[in-house]
């Protein structure tokens, strides 16, 4: 190869690679001008500052329009730390009301990419944040003196009422799980975390807004950036109204002083909820402030499980309330009729007396055995139709029958209600029983105690109380539901839709019919208001291995048109007759009457000072702070 050639390949070859590294730069040049997200928020936060501007959360009213739920303002302390100089640090401490320790503690959480994952040196970051309305006004005057610093406003939630902590919910600053799950949120931001305030926080919360402010050569804000044109304004959180009645439920809620259980109120039309107390509970202006942590620590640690809402988070033994499901079912796939009769002496004589009964007339049929809650009857029903080979190819058939029937009726799983945790209770299908008994020669006499509610089945508060509505609406329920209605929005249509339970319409005419003699002249008598009101109801006594047995009562009324289905359970509270019928007596006295008649206010006395568990209400739970308490 002549020189001359070998010339003109080395200038091809230097030409390449001059070619390739000019394009290598070109690269590197466009992904850090317009792709790197590092170098545009460097280059934006040289012109621009982008303020946050967050909207106001929704409010939150009861069925009668009473403000349960707003916001007042509160302050958060920003810090750009690119922008900051050196500045007096104690001044600025003592201003918030915090020592050097906090400070720097709150100084490296802010750049701790681990705790803060959207920490950037050139853009706002949450440094304090709930200053009151005096700390800020002391930071704002001296706000001068601390470059780099900033006052963003926002708001925190009020509360109109002591109670409904359970149903209502908490709002807390956002982990960092949310942050990643959702982009929406960025340290510092507020979320709801229990109740209504997590299940609706999308509708809750709104859109955030941005302000963009011009900066000069030295950083300094000169106004907005074209006259606020590039602005964004927040967008409110949309306003919810609850189907409760708050009235009804403070008055819930004071029966239930010193007490452990449950009551829920439905209305059998809609599936609205009148009211879902939780006994114990807790004041929701304790979850708000500086005292959250000290508070919710408090209420955490309470033996009793304040933070627990009982109505759809408790399973108890439904006990005799569940009779009546038995009753419909046996009818439905005709074991019995109504006026089939079996006789009790005492107890279910095929088991010798087990389970035991209390004396009545015998032999008996559907009717008067619901009015009287006969415990052998429906031990003769669950073993006739588990036991009828005519009818069934095997008892584990005929069990998966029995459970379907049982799921359609609103037990077993989920009811779908818009509060979070809850709970399914629990009935078994033929495949549980078969792995406990190792066979699949299993009877009726082996599981006989589900027949009376007891044994393995678990029922939450709000599962019974929807059982009252499904026999007060003779055959179909809507999902319970707490909110009623969202301001620019649409309920969830799973709340309109019509569940049925398959079990023909005559057959729940009979079963109304032993419910309302359970009241006049069986065992829920404490209950009876006539002439004034019709009610029907079942009491329950559920078996409780830990003390005394857990009282229940589930009913509605009047008795041909039904407003209203209640379900009460006072854990402890021994026989359904003792506690929860009385109960229930006085929450549709107030429902109907709107107050207590003079003939009842001792009864309403005596159990508003009832210690079921004595001071299981006050133990351990802190106290909303009155207003002078919290300024000194």
Not at 41 to 64: C, H, M, Q, V
Not at 186 to 201: I, P
Not at 598 to 617: A, F, K, Q, T
């Amino acid at each position: 190869m002549s020189s001359h050639n070998l010339l003109a390949n080395r200038k091809n070859i230097i030409a390449a690679a001059a070619v390739i590294m000019a394009l290598i730069y070109l690269l590197q040049l466009f992904h850090l001008q317009l792709l790197s997200p590092e170098y545009r928020e460097y280059a934006d936060s040289n012109a621009f500052l982008r303020r946050t501007l967050y909207p106001a959360r929704g409010a939150i009213y009861d069925r009668k329009g009473n403000l349960l739920v707003y916001n007042r303002p509160t302050y958060d302390v920003m810090m750009v730390v690119r922008e900051m100089e050196q500045f007096d640090t104690l001044d600025f401490c003592r201003t918030l009301n915090i020592d050097i320790g906090r400070f720097r503690q709150l100084d490296a959480d802010m750049r701790d990419r681990r705790r803060n994952p959207g920490y950037f040196s050139y853009t706002p970051q949450l440094f304090l944040s709930q200053l009151s309305v005096e700390e800020y006004g002391l930071l704002q005057e001296k706000l001068y003196k601390f470059p780099g610093i900033y006052i963003q406003s926002r708001t925190e939630r009020q509360y109109n009422y002591s109670g409904m902590g359970l149903i209502l919910g908490y709002v807390a600053e956002v982990d960092k799980n949310k942050i990643a799950a959702d982009p929406y949120y960025v340290r510092g931001d507020y979320v709801g975390k229990s109740g209504v305030e997590l299940s609706h926080e999308e509708d809750l919360r709104g859109e955030k807004g941005v302000e963009v402010l011009l900066r000069d050569a030295h950083g300094r804000v000169q106004g907005r950036y074209e006259e606020g044109r590039n602005d964004k304004a927040p967008v409110s959180g949309k306003n919810l109204t609850l189907s409760i009645d708050m009235e009804l439920q403070a008055y819930g809620e004071l029966l239930m002083h010193n007490k452990v259980g449950s009551i829920v109120m439905i209305e059998p039309e809609t599936g609205e909820i009148l009211c879902m107390v939780s006994a114990p509970t807790y004041d929701p202006a304790l979850l708000t402030g500086k005292s959250f942590s000290t508070n919710y620590r408090s209420l955490e640690n309470n033996p009793y499980k304040p933070l627990i809402n009982r109505a759809i988070a408790g399973t108890y033994p439904p006990g005799s309330t569940f009779k009546p499901t038995q009753g419909l079912i046996f009818l439905q796939e005709g074991i019995i009729t109504p006026e089939s009769r079996y006789a009790c002496f005492g107890g279910y004589p095929p088991l010798g007396g087990r389970p035991a009964c209390h004396g009545h007339a015998s032999p008996l049929a559907i009717q008067y055995a619901l009015s009287t809650s006969c415990n052998a009857f429906f031990c003769y029903g669950l073993n006739g139709m588990l036991g009828n080979r005519s009818k069934y190819p095997s008892t584990g058939a005929a069990f998966d029958i029995w459970r379907d029937h049982m799921v359609k009726m609103g037990f077993g799983y989920p009811l779908g209600v818009d509060l979070p945790s809850e709970k399914r209770g629990f009935i078994p299908n033929s495949k549980f029983y078969s792995n406990v008994f190792k066979t699949e020669r299993w009877n009726a006499h082996n599981i006989i105690s589900i027949a009376i509610g007891q044994g393995e089945i678990l029922a939450t508060p709000l599962q019974i109380a929807n059982l009252s509505a499904l026999i007060a609406n003779r055959g179909h329920y809507y999902a319970p539901h707490v909110v009623k209605e969202i301001t620019g929005g649409v309920l969830d249509e799973r709340y309109t839709r019509r569940h049925e339970s398959g079990i023909d319409r005559e057959y729940f005419d009979v079963t109304v019919a032993g419910m309302s003699d359970a009241v006049t002249m069986g065992t829920c008598r404490g209950i009876n208001l006539q002439p004034f009101l019709e009610v029907c109801g079942k009491t329950g006594t559920a078996e409780n291995p830990h003390g005394d047995d857990h009282s229940l009562f589930m009913g509605f009324a009047p008795k041909d048109d039904p407003q209203v289905a209640i379900a009460v359970v006072v854990e402890n509270g021994r026989f359904g007759a003792t506690n929860a019928v009385p109960i229930a007596r006085l929450m549709m006295q107030h429902y109907f009457r709107g107050e207590i008649p003079e003939s009842d206010r001792w009864l309403e006395s005596s159990l508003i000072n009832r210690e079921i568990l004595p001071y299981v209400y006050t133990r351990n739970l802190p106290v909303r702070q009155s207003d002078s308490e919290t300024n000194n």
